[in-house]
């Protein structure tokens, strides 16, 4: 069950969510009848048939690990934020949907917005989507092989969703010089809406502390013993970390609030 307040914008040059689900892009297409182009994680397209129907669709993959891909990414969305202005409307792209914290997190959480969004300087609509979870939570985080996420995502006996588009935020003088106070402004007023705490977290905490459940789950089935200079050479290394022990476990601490 869907309950929507308010309404998409075509003012918007982006669409801005916070990120549960992957449910949540199909929603945002549903509101907005598919006139609306994503930015999507390059390892989606890998799916089968995915590859052909994002083209179709005009999907913009990004490699998060990337800087090349992201410069790539970057410079695309802001030629399709520019079209918007077009005075034909037939050579206008569709709004584009970014979720700016840059990977899943629990309703309850907003992590820190990356500045993809907000580089440009045009105006972005901030969607709030808050599930109502009762017996499944469906944030899309710490899912593991065994807990059959996606069967018990469909296999509910009803879901609640509440969509709220927020007032179109278009930037000020000094949001438009610096991309950080813009994306704070909008990630403020996305918390408000959700009723959410904005945490320090975000996508490469995300992406470690996932790292680190994935070598958890390896001890059990392996045996693995995981020392400090083992942690450090495998999940620290490849993500370009290297703060001290008690860093490590603190933002452990900011992620783990997120995401469990």
Sequence with gaps: YIDVEGELSP???YYVPN????????VI??????????????????????????????????????????????????RFAESRSHPDPSKRFDPILIFPEGTTSKVEYLLTFQHGAFVSGHPVQAIALDYKSVHFNPAHIVNRKND?????????????????ALPVHYPTTEEKKDPHEFASS??????????????????????LYRTGLNLKE?????????????YKDKVLNPYMYAPSSSEI????????????
């Design 249 to 260: 476990f603190c933002r452990f601490g900011y992620t783990l609030e997120a995401l469990t």
């Design 29 to 78: 297409g549903w509101l907005t009848n598919g006139h609306v182009t994503a930015l999507a994680k390059a390892e989606a397209f890998k799916a089968p048939f995915a590859s052909s129907i994002f083209k179709a669709v005009q999907v913009i993959p990004v490699s998060r690990e990337s800087t090349e891909s992201r410069h790539l990414a970057k410079a695309t969305i802001r």
């Design 11 to 13: 003012d918007a040059a």
């Design 186 to 207: 909008v990630r403020s007023n996305l918390a408000a809406a959700l009723g959410a705490k904005l945490t320090d977290a975000c996508y490469e905490d995300a992406k």
């Design 148 to 164: 059959f996420y996606i069967l018990r995502h469909f296999t509910q006996f009803v879901s609640y969703l509440k969509v709220s």
């Design 19 to 26: 990120h549960v689900s992957f449910v949540d892009a199909l």
């Design 218 to 230: 390896k001890t059990r089935t392996q045996g693995i013993l995981i020392t400090e200079e083992y």
